[in-house]
Nanobody, 124 residues
């Protein structure tokens, strides 16, 4: 089992930056691919970014490419999402996820563990 806890959400103006963190516990996190998803009110949860077990492979949604960066520190059992040039449409609850595979995927159903989410609000 893997437990995930997100932190770092908040309110920011458009054009600003936020950094999200995801702390993993319960077992060694270094063999799990991880990802970030988000869900805006009235919308389905959507893929944002994902990273392989050692961080060598990353995936991004087109909507965040070149603005967001996913990274991880396996020594600290942490996954991060650096968000720059934020837009009002980035407003959502952001969820950290992990899967029992080494390689990342955009498919929401392929993730086995989920955090409770952290709110990100971008004002115009």
């Amino acid at each position: 089992q893997v437990q995930l806890v997100e932190s770092g959400g908040g309110l920011v103006q458009a054009g600003g930056s936020l950094s999200l963190s995801c702390a993993a516990s319960g077992r060694t996190f270094g063999s799990n691919a991880a990802g970030w998803f988000r869900q805006a009110p009235g919308k389905e949860r959507e893929f944002v970014a994902a990273i392989s077990y050692r961080g060598g492979t990353t995936l991004y949604a087109d909507s965040v490419k070149d603005r967001f960066t996913i990274s991880r520190d396996n020594a600290k059992n942490q996954v991060y999402l650096q968000m720059n040039s934020l837009k009002p449409e980035d407003t959502a609850v952001y969820y950290c996820a992990a899967r029992n595979m080494r390689w990342p995927t955009e498919a929401r159903g392929e993730y086995d563990y989920w955090g409770q989410g952290t709110q990100v609000t971008v004002s115009s």
